[in-house]
């Protein structure tokens, strides 16, 4: 009883608490730290590349289904549920050990996703640049829902990422598919 309590309070807080201003620009330092670091790596392991899609169908499709996965979904399930909220006052201790968890079951994911449901993305998730970012993006939206208290951060920078990889670097050539 106490854990789906606990969880209940998690939703509802995470959910509900939006971000300020303050947060909105430490989400934008966040994203522009991530591409910083990341489109260096990409470039240089030939992960990404520029290709810019020009379709407004694919351009809508990405960004709506982005949205619910992998940017909610996926935040609420590594971020919102396994994360302490800000106003649990949890310990250090404990705000550490579940961001590594979370950080770990998050990169995890990803190849058990590619071996299961998305066997026809494998080769992409378990390629060690791919699941190097996706750590690196992972531990950028753990940083921002600890600082903010609010999922929509983090959402917000998933879904960004993802929409920029998708249609501008590649990642829907990545993932094999001709047209998303």
């Known amino acids: 009883m106490l854990l789906f309590n606990v969880l209940k309070d998690r939703l509802v807080y995470g959910l509900t608490t939006l971000p300020n201003l303050q947060d909105w620009l430490f989400c934008f330092a966040l994203l522009g730290l ?3 670091i990341a489109l260096p790596i990409g470039f ?3 992960f990404i590349q520029v290709d810019i ?3 407004r169908k694919a351009i809508a499709l990405v960004m ?3 949205l619910l996965t992998p940017g909610i979904s996926e935040e609420v399930c590594f ?4 994360l ?3 106003s649990e006052n949890a310990s250090f201790t404990t705000v550490s050990i579940s961001a590594i968890a ?4 998050f990169v995890i994911y990803h190849p058990l996703n590619g071996w299961t449901l998305a066997r026809d993305r494998c080769h992409t998730f378990t390629d060690p640049v791919f699941l190097s970012l996706a750590s690196l993006l992972g531990l950028c939206c753990t940083i921002a829902y600890l600082k903010t208290g609010s999922i929509w951060s983090s959402v917000f920078l998933h879904w960004a990422i993802v929409v920029v990889w998708l ?6 050539r990545e993932l094999g598919e001709s047209e998303f």
């Open 102 to 105: 979370s950080l770990i079951a």
């Open 84 to 86: 302490p909220h800000p």
């Open 64 to 66: 709506a289904s982005c």
């Open 53 to 55: 899609r020009r379709s």
């Open 44 to 46: 240089y392991f030939d």
């Open 167 to 172: 249609l501008l670097l590649g990642g829907i």
């Open 79 to 82: 971020r919102l549920l396994l």
């Open 34 to 36: 991530y591409a910083v």
